[in-house]
């Protein structure tokens, strides 16, 4: 329903002063509705003058009429015969009382003209403006139309008006809505007691016990309220499902739009009240779209790349689409040798060699079989020492070259950035050769084998399992994917979402960071080819990482009494390798021998690098002099998770407490 153009408020005149210039469109637009009400009083106005000339003419008719029954007749001395001495009528004249009367009924006949005018008057105004408000609705015209059509509906909420895509509502748990669909997106712990709404778009869709449906659309006793029903009732006649996960971050007066009747999206709009050059959220603005990274402070987390992101993406993708060909002849020599259907895949430079000299030290305390895992070293140095512990490796220097060889002094610096490209390529290769395959970051520890988990017959299939991040901001909306630990099967949904991530890394660039990328890629690929995505929620035990390590001391506790069911341990949301050094350390999880940190492959050892198809056989040459068969445990803070207490040691946070 279209309501007639307002004038602009002066806020809104203000805040568009010198952008917003009126067109001929915009001013032809107003000219018919002028000129349609003028037109409209002008023929009121006649109607109603020409009505009150009629009555006015009838009624002085009327009083000629009666006054005419008082003239006395003409005759032999009519004209005085009538009259007495004082001039008043006698005999058949006009009597007094015949005046009497006459006036009396001419004084009634007026009356009841008058009344009959006034009616007239009020229908017509009441017939000219219901069709005035036909044409340009107000609030209370549409009031009354909503009440019309409310009996054509059966429902005092849902009206006719909106039927075309709401006819009814009911309450599901949402713990049992999200067991019920596994929508892959970590659940929220503390939701108990809260529901989820069913909106349903045809009668049809709802439930079919005739009660329940009732209530769903708000018939009968309204004072029952929405009905609460299972998921699966809820849901039983629903052929189709969208669904709408909703939070309200910064804790904004947040308004959803529902439009029916409108060309379908599945992307949600974000409006806020900003200024349009500037700024986050103020509320003396008008609502304005606004990209969903925008927050309230006016920080955007997803601004386009600029031109030097856009410069160093095109160079690197063109040496990979050059060399292509030639890279996956090599790689699927190698992964046809491996002979096994799901590939370990693990990237590093030399800057982090020693936490990849951990995880096969761990690995091999523990007894398992490296002999699927594939490492995509950055460097030669990085290159010579996985092939010494033993390890499959692809090094292709022409892509690895722009990989510094040091590590990341934090979390999102130009280091980390450049890493980041070499963790897209390694999984979209392995990946695009047919292969199933778990990537991992090089601070991972196994206290199982996690392929076993996965290759589980009873575990729901889906495309790609991810450890929960932790993290819950709106950057990693909706999935808070861990890129540092997740599986993915090969299949034509999964191998467009790494070309897509590949060809996506100027926005790698730009964003500091390969995860953000990956998620939003996530949630768009799983929106438009049906890739299904889950997530392994935080609050299971067996995929623990640093949110736990940091926030969870009760978790951390039962992993150092070996009482958890912990598969992998993750050293995730930890700012440098220095640190997670010292953490492995004081939690039991170290095995590298102080001799081979940091070191180079001559360091260790007098033999000579083997090449390529060495590594295929024996464990390799570094395992002796760099492996402790035992934790090698140290103290470093009492703050943090330890094996055994660190009283001595000193906190590392400033609010830290003792961990023990």
Request: contains cysteine; proline residues 5%; hydrophobic residues 35%.
């Amino acid at each position: 329903m279209t309501l007639p153009p307002q004038p602009p408020s002066s806020r809104s005149r203000t805040i568009h002063s010198g952008n917003h210039h009126p067109t001929s469109s915009s001013s032809s637009t107003k000219r018919p509705l002028v000129k349609t009400i003028t037109w409209l009083l002008i023929v009121a106005c006649s109607s109603f003058l020409s009505f009150y000339s009629g009555v006015w003419t009838g009624i002085q008719a009327a009083s000629s009429s009666s006054d005419d029954d008082c003239v006395p007749k003409s005759g032999v001395g009519g004209s005085l015969a009538g009259l007495n001495s004082n001039g008043a009528s006698s005999g058949g004249g006009c009597t007094a009382a015949c005046l009497a009367e006459v006036a009396k009924e001419n004084g009634e006949l007026q009356r009841k003209v008058e009344v009959l005018a006034q009616q007239k008057v009020k229908e017509e105004m009441q017939n000219k403006l219901e069709q005035l408000c036909s044409n340009y609705p107000t609030s209370n015209s549409r009031n009354n139309k909503t009440k019309n059509n409310n009996g054509s509906s059966g429902s005092n909420l849902f009206t006719k008006s909106i039927s075309h895509f709401a006819t009814g509502l009911t309450r599901v748990s949402k713990d049992d809505l999200m067991n019920t669909f596994d929508f892959g997106v970590p659940p929220n712990p503390n939701t108990q007691d809260l529901d989820a709404l069913i909106l349903y778009n045809k009668k049809e869709a709802l439930p079919s016990d005739e009660t329940i449906a009732k209530q769903a659309r708000y018939e009968d006793d309204n004072s029952v309220g929405l009905p609460f029903v299972s998921a699966t009732t809820a849901t039983e006649n629903c052929d189709t499902m969208n669904v709408v996960l909703m939070n309200n971050p910064g804790d904004t007066r947040q308004c959803f739009a529902l439009v029916g009747g409108q060309y379908q999206s599945y992307h949600v709009q974000r409006w806020m009240r900003r200024n349009p050059k500037y700024g986050g959220l103020n509320v003396e603005y008008p609502l304005i779209l606004t990209s969903r990274g925008l927050t309230q402070s006016g920080r955007d987390e997803f601004p386009p790349p600029g031109t030097s992101h856009v410069k160093d993406h095109q160079e690197i993708l063109t040496v990979y689409l050059n060399n292509q060909v030639d890279i996956k002849s090599r790689l699927k020599m190698i992964l046809d040798k491996m002979n096994s259907k799901t590939v370990v895949v693990l990237t590093c430079n030399h800057g982090q060699s020693e936490l990849l000299l951990n995880f096969v030290c761990s690995s091999k305390a523990r007894g398992f079989d490296l002999s699927n895992v594939l490492v995509f070293p950055t460097d030669i140095e990085t290159k010579e020492l996985a092939e010494g512990m033993g390890l499959a490796t692809f090094y292709e220097e022409k892509i690895m070259a722009s990989v510094p060889k040091n590590e990341a002094n934090y979390y999102g610096d130009k280091i980390f950035t450049r890493v980041m490209f070499a963790k897209v390529v390694c999984v979209q290769l392995v990946n695009e050769l047919g292969k199933d395959l778990l990537f991992q970051d090089v601070d991972v520890v196994w206290y199982q084998n996690p392929l076993e988990y996965f290759h589980d017959s009873s575990l729901t299939e889906f495309d790609i399992y991810f450890q929960d991040d932790g993290s819950r901001q709106e950057r990693y909306a909706p999935y808070s994917a861990n890129s540092g630990f997740y599986f993915v099967r090969s299949n034509d949904k999964t191998k467009y979402l790494f070309r897509s991530l590949l060809y996506s890394s100027d926005l790698i660039n730009k964003w500091y960071s390969h995860q953000q990328v990956l998620i939003a890629l996530l949630s768009e690929t799983s929106s438009l080819m049906g890739l299904t995505v889950k997530i392994l929620s935080k609050e299971m035990e067996e995929f623990p990482g640093g949110v736990q390590y940091h926030r969870n001391k009760d978790a951390l506790k039962k992993i150092m009494s070996a009482e958890s069911k912990a598969i992998i341990f993750h050293m995730s949301w930890t700012n440098n390798k220095d640190n997670k050094l010292k953490f492995f350390q004081q939690m039991g999880e170290w095995y590298v021998q102080d001799q081979c940190i940091g070191k180079h492959f001559n360091d260790i050892t007098t033999e000579k690098p083997g090449v390529v198809g060495y590594v295929f056989g024996g464990e390799g040459v570094l395992v002796k002099p760099c492996c402790s068969a035992e934790p090698l445990i140290k103290c470093h803070y009492k703050d943090k998770p330890s094996k055994f207490e660190c009283p001595d040691s000193p906190f590392i946070d400033k609010a830290g407490k003792a961990f023990w």
